[in-house]
């Protein structure tokens, strides 16, 4: 029994691919960031709980605000979310990272996201217990319910549903995403820039849409909207969620 016990690994290193948010900070004072911080979190407490981030910090890695990286950084985790890395930044930020206990992420230019919304890295591609085949339009086609939990991605394509979202489930496209059900999840679409990029559903319950990064959550809809069939697009800086 024992040599048996021996022979079997007790862990293992397994490479996947999953879906993180990055915190882009845009100001170098903790005051600031940290009302800000507060602001979106009131708007959407549940949104963010225990939501694990990458900060982005290429917008402010001249300043000194690496010297109190540690102290943002647990300024974050006493509000519940999970800062894991940041991105960007030379040798100093990097020892700040070392100092918070955070990994380096490499930095990606000419990344897309707008000013003061949180853009979602390189999504998961579908989990292979999901039914997706291509659409008869090149799109990604998926016939079953999207079950709490899981994520759809339609790379550079779009992604057509024809059944409910529930609540807890993500899907994402580079192109459009269609719902020919409720919509009670995460939809977004134009995940790497495509300003132009539509959700469309047939009934809007939606906890979170975004167009090319810019999103907004359950509490800023209307309430009118609710369970009616809409399309969300970009228009500047802002989404608009209109009936159909």
Same mark, same amino acid.
């Given at each position: ?41 009131? /708007? ?27 102290? $943002? ?21 990097? #020892?700040?990272? +070392?100092?918070?206990?955070? %990994?380096? $992420?490499?930095? =990606? !230019?000419?990344?897309? %996201? ?10 998961? !591609? ?23 939990? =899981? #994520? ?11 059944? !409910? ?8 496209? +580079? ?24 959700? $469309? ?16 959550? %359950?509490? #800023?809809?209307? /309430?009118?909207?609710?369970?009616? !069939?809409? =399309? ?13």
């Amino acid at each position: 029994m024992t040599e048996a016990r021996a022979a079997k690994p007790a862990l293992e290193f397994k490479g996947r691919m999953t879906t993180l948010t990055t915190l882009r900070l845009l100001d170098s004072s903790v005051e600031v960031l940290a009302r800000e911080l507060d602001k979106r979190l009131r /708007e959407a407490p549940a949104l963010f709980r225990r939501l694990p981030i990458v900060v982005d910090i290429a917008e402010v890695a001249d300043s000194d605000l690496h010297l109190d990286l540690p102290g $943002f950084v647990e300024l974050l985790r006493t509000r519940e979310l999970l800062p894991i890395g940041i991105r960007g930044g030379d040798e100093r930020w990097t #020892q700040a990272a +070392d100092a918070a206990g955070l %990994s380096v $992420f490499p930095d =990606q !230019p000419g990344a897309r %996201s707008p000013a003061g919304n949180a853009a979602k890295d390189e999504p998961a !591609p579908a989990r292979k217990d999901t039914a997706a085949a291509p659409a008869d339009g090149g799109g990604m086609l998926v016939t079953q319910p999207v079950r709490s939990g =899981q #994520q759809i991605y339609a790379r550079n394509t779009d992604l057509v549903i024809l059944a !409910p979202v529930s609540p807890g489930a993500e899907v994402l496209a +580079d192109g459009h995403v269609h719902v020919y059900g409720a919509l009670n999840g995460r939809a977004l679409a134009g995940v790497h820039g495509n300003t132009s990029a539509r959700i $469309f559903c047939k009934s809007f319950r939606a906890e979170l849409v975004s167009i090319a990064g810019v999103y907004g959550v %359950s509490e #800023q809809f209307d /309430e009118s909207l609710s369970g009616a !069939p809409v =399309q969300v697009s970009l228009r500047g800086d802002k989404l608009q969620v209109e009936r159909l």
